[in-house]
């Protein structure tokens, strides 16, 4: 892993960092390795950030200690934070230095992506990191049927009863009193706002921008009860994402003393985790998120699907295919053996099917404290490892698309919008054979993605793997793509893939257990 121009860190997933210095790029090649930091536990690490010349900072992951030993199930996992000096130097093997830990969180799964924006590390995992003290079974959240549902990958059998009565207790707080109600469909928001009886017309004050609404009332009007008085403080809020000024509208019923909007989004196709965005980090108070609210057709779906789930009884085991560990686990194997996790099966949860991405959360640590989305997100991409490409943008399915999402590069990105900069048409469909995320990588730019998918390859004699090449749209109709055999056979699996610049242009590097392979002309 580049530390920066001169210095690398090569992890050997045993439990040691060694550190290489080689000469610069325009200089004959020479390298010599120069220090050796240790670690009381085997670990991987994830992503660095030069800070300064004389501080940089890794992730790192391992198993808990206290858990190492334990079954699959009830394993934790730390993600650690640890500083080096890259110029200092120490005797290497004869006397290697400790590795100082500035921070740890737990979690009970890996996380799929770990890289530095802003201030702070992104990072999209299926668990929530917390610190030692709030790690658990209520990282979590528990108040939200849809991202506790796919955070797991599905409720399982023996937890049936307990969810159902949970659900029917306080998952969608049916009882709660918000100031508006809202639902929406691919391409537009339906909100509804009731004000105190008696309530006219003239006595409301509204406007709608592209990326705000404003919303007060003449004191003069009857005084709205809380919550509507608590939403009504703060005049101006600003929308999850754009609004198309021109097609959106709003009606009053005096009778009923309701203001009905119809928001047209203007990214359709594209689902809103919620009406409003969060607050800058600068306010003083955050307002509490309105849920959507489901029909009663939706609501009786989910009671039904809680009700025909059977229980299982004490070691009954499930028949059929079920979860085991993801497909591209093998990077992380030198910490699963224990295990002896079967060979991922054929069906919806093996290499040949299944869901297209993975639902994440999405999150933001900064000197060691997380702030999480408050909802999942399908990612069916990452950006691909480059020294030179500064990306931490994601592709997110929507329907059968991929929508490119590029987040803010200052502040927490769980609480500010991303921006939809590019859309690859139908990427979620042609990606329905690519169950893990980790080896879907794309490369951005500021009006177009190429996306890559790779197959993992095997050391078989008649094993391929290719990488399938996804272009920008040509036209309403037509995009290019393209097919290469990079791993398998003589090459062996495939163990990792990157992109740096050579002479000026992006070529891609994929790593095999017997070769190096250097694509040219995909970017």
Request: proline share 7%.
């Amino acid at each position: 892993m580049e530390l920066d121009d001169t210095h690398w860190a090569i992890s050997t997933g045993s439990g040691s960092i060694y550190i290489i210095r080689t000469s610069p790029i325009t200089e004959p090649f020479s390298g010599k390795f120069t220090a050796r930091y240790d670690l009381d536990t085997p670990f991987l690490l994830r992503a660095s950030h030069s800070i300064s010349a004389s501080d940089c900072r890794m992730i790192l992951s391992r198993p808990s200690p206290s858990t190492g030993g334990g079954s699959k199930q009830d394993k934790t996992f730390d993600l650690m934070e640890v500083s080096i000096n890259p110029t200092m130097e120490n005797a290497v093997d004869d006397s290697p230095g400790q590795l100082e830990m500035n921070w740890s969180l737990q979690g009970t799964d890996l996380p799929y992506l770990s890289k530095w924006n802003g201030d702070g590390w992104m990072v999209l995992a299926a668990e929530l990191f917390r610190g030692p003290s709030e790690a658990g079974p209520s990282s979590t959240p528990t108040n939200d049927i849809a991202s506790t549902s796919a955070s797991r990958g599905g409720i399982g059998a023996d937890e049936a009863t307990n969810s159902a009565a949970d659900f029917e207790k306080s998952g969608i707080e049916e009882d709660r009193v918000w100031p508006f109600s809202w639902t929406q469909t691919a391409d537009s928001i339906a909100m509804t706002v009731p004000f105190p009886a008696g309530t006219k017309r003239s006595d409301i004050v509204i406007a709608l921008k592209l990326s705000e609404f404003s919303l007060s009332i003449n004191p003069s009007a009857p005084v709205p009860l809380s919550p509507l008085s608590d939403f009504l403080r703060r005049q101006t809020h600003s929308f999850w994402s754009d609004v198309d000024t021109n097609s959106s509208t709003f009606t009053y019923n005096p009778e009923k003393a309701l203001l009905e909007l119809e928001l047209v989004k203007a990214d359709d196709h594209s689902r809103w985790p919620s009406v409003f965005s969060p607050l800058d980090d600068d306010e003083e108070e955050e307002e509490e998120e309105v849920p959507e609210t489901l029909d009663a057709a939706t609501l009786a779906a989910v009671r039904a699907s809680f009700n025909n789930i059977k229980t299982r009884q004490p070691g009954e085991e499930p028949t059929g295919n079920h979860p085991a560990m993801p497909a591209l686990l093998s990077e992380e194997m030198d910490i699963d053996l224990m295990d002896e996790e079967d060979d991922m099966p054929e069906g919806p949860f093996g290499d040949k099917g299944g869901k297209v991405g993975r639902d994440v959360f999405i999150g933001h640590i900064t000197d060691g404290v997380p702030s999480w989305s408050k909802t999942t997100v399908t990612v069916v991409s990452l950006p691909i490892s480059s020294p030179t490409l500064n990306d931490d943008g994601l592709i997110v399915k929507s329907a059968i698309d991929g929508l490119y999402y590029r987040p803010s590069t200052t502040g927490d990105i769980t609480k500010k919008p991303w921006t939809h900069t590019s859309t690859t048409p139908a990427l979620a469909f042609v990606l329905s054979s690519k169950r893990d995320i980790r080896l879907v990588r794309h490369i951005a730019s500021d009006s177009s993605t190429i996306v890559l998918a790779f197959d993992a390859g095997s050391t078989g004699e008649q094993a391929q793997g290719n990488v399938y090449v996804y272009y920008p749209p040509d036209s309403k109709m037509y995009a290019r793509q393209g097919v290469v055999g990079v791993s398998g056979r003589e090459k062996g699996a495939l163990l990792g893939v990157g992109s740096m610049s050579v002479g000026g242009k992006d070529v891609v590097v994929v790593l095999c257990e017997k070769e190096l392979v250097v694509l040219h002309g995909i970017c």
